[in-house]
């Protein structure tokens, strides 16, 4: 373990710990200047936001969403147009964005405005914004550097708040930055921009598999398109013959994993969606799921809350879960993409009850028609669409590894513990 007195050659103990003889600690203040902000009210937000007619063509309105949502230093600053230029403070390439507020501890996430070809404003709403000294730091530079782990160690005891976490201009300005020399901090913002290229060009061709495996269900599942060797008539059906509800209760509360269906991750066990177990202490009336079976909450079905059980052996659900399985006639797998597809969602409102919050009853379920081919179509259907999300998953598994490599590269470049030839 380095401590003070046990210093690498090379290196020095400072204010941010550990870095090259060569780098510098300076503050906030040192470096650059806080710009003014005139906050604009949600109001005046939303109105820029809509504006048909543009007072400054080419304005754009810059929101702390953006920062918070932003995945490399080179935003294209195109969200929204803003009517009046005069209303936010206008910023250029080379400013800093920081997210002031945010409902966990991604405040103080922060982005490096690069690429700009018109004028932008920034809202002044949950943001601050910072523009360094002329020639004091190398293009993207500051925007990694603000989101690493040696910088970010500062902001976390300054952060306020509990539901929405905060942290203010002032304590901002009083943080300190370990500036390596110019040549070496443009060579360390060109080889992490290897990294957010490849993390780029890694989304791009997933959002492309997504959208073919959407074309392919649309296709597949509403028999636009068979597969070769399948050519007999195929009307659509309604589901009821096909599916039988169940409804096992946890009667001797004999089974304790708690599950819970979300929108886009399917079954997750309670505790890892909430950070802890909602569930009663008395479960005894809570629906037992097993695996192969498919379940949903009847309020939230139309954004996505219905999976079918594939991870776990079984779990129980809270008794407002609608509980089911198919019957021999039908393929688990070739329901499940039909109860994922556009056309089953966009057909729910026909089918839904309830004067306060509009419910899909079992009984509703069962009276909506889908396409349903043979057995033997309906399996080989669900093995192309299944090929299709292994190959999606693997290239999703990529996608993290090259973010976990970025995360490893910034730990090392940015507090010198691996040097840069320049």
């Not at 910072?130 to 925007?143: E, H, I, T």
């Not at 069962?366 to 080989?380: D, G, R, V």
């Not at 290239?395 to 995360?407: E, F, G, M, P, S």
């Amino acid at each position: 373990m380095t401590t003070k007195n046990n210093i690498p050659a090379g290196y020095k103990y400072s204010a941010v710990g550990i870095i090259p003889q060569e780098w510098e600690v300076r503050t906030f203040q040192e470096l650059g200047s806080m710009l003014g902000t005139n906050t604009l009210s949600r109001d005046k937000m939303n109105e820029c936001s809509g504006c048909a007619q543009n007072i400054h063509y080419g304005d754009v309105l810059v929101k702390y969403g953006e920062v918070l949502d932003c995945t490399s230093m080179n935003i294209p600053w195109v969200n929204s147009d803003c009517g009046n230029a005069n209303l936010g403070t206008n910023l250029q390439n080379g400013d800093i964005v920081i997210s002031d507020t945010a409902e966990d501890y991604t405040v103080g996430k922060a982005t490096e405005v690069q690429g700009v070809g018109t004028k932008i404003v920034l809202s002044g709403l949950h943001t601050i914004a910072f523009r360094p000294n002329v020639g004091m730091f190398a293009s993207n530079f500051l925007g990694y550097y603000f989101n690493s782990t040696i910088y970010r160690a500062q902001l976390y005891p300054l952060i306020q708040g509990i539901k929405v976490c905060s942290i203010s201009k002032k304590a901002v300005s009083n943080t300190k930055l370990a500036v390596p020399p110019l040549e070496e901090q443009r060579k360390i913002a060109e080889i992490l921009g290897m990294w957010d290229e490849a993390i780029e060009k890694q989304s791009r061709l997933i959002e492309r598999l997504v959208l073919r495996k959407r074309a392919l269900m649309q296709r597949l599942l509403t028999g636009r398109t068979r597969l070769p060797g399948f050519i007999d008539e195929v009307l659509y059906k309604k589901l009821k013959p096909f599916i039988v509800e169940k409804s096992e209760r946890n009667t001797n509360q004999t089974y304790t994993n708690v599950l819970s269906v979300t929108n886009n991750r399917g079954f997750i066990n309670q505790a890892e969606q909430f950070d802890r177990e909602v569930a009663s202490d008395n479960t005894a009336n809570y629906k037992l799921v097993r695996k192969g079976q498919f379940a949903y909450n009847p309020s939230r079905v139309n954004v996505g809350s219905l999976d079918l059980l594939q991870t776990y052996e079984y779990g129980i659900l809270s008794p407002m879960y609608i509980v089911f399985e198919t019957r021999q006639t039908m393929d688990p797998k070739f329901l499940y993409y039909q109860l994922k597809s556009g056309w089953f969602v966009g057909h729910i409102p026909m089918y839904v009850q309830g004067s306060v919050r509009d419910s899909l009853s079992f009984d509703g379920l069962e009276n909506m028609k889908f396409w349903i081919p043979s057995l033997t179509e309906q399996k080989a259907i669900a093995e192309v669409l299944t090929t299709a999300d292994n190959e999606i998953a693997t290239h999703r598994k990529k996608l993290d590894a090259l973010r976990l490599q970025k995360r490893g590269l910034m730990q090392q470049l940015l507090t010198g513990k691996t040097r840069v030839k320049v």
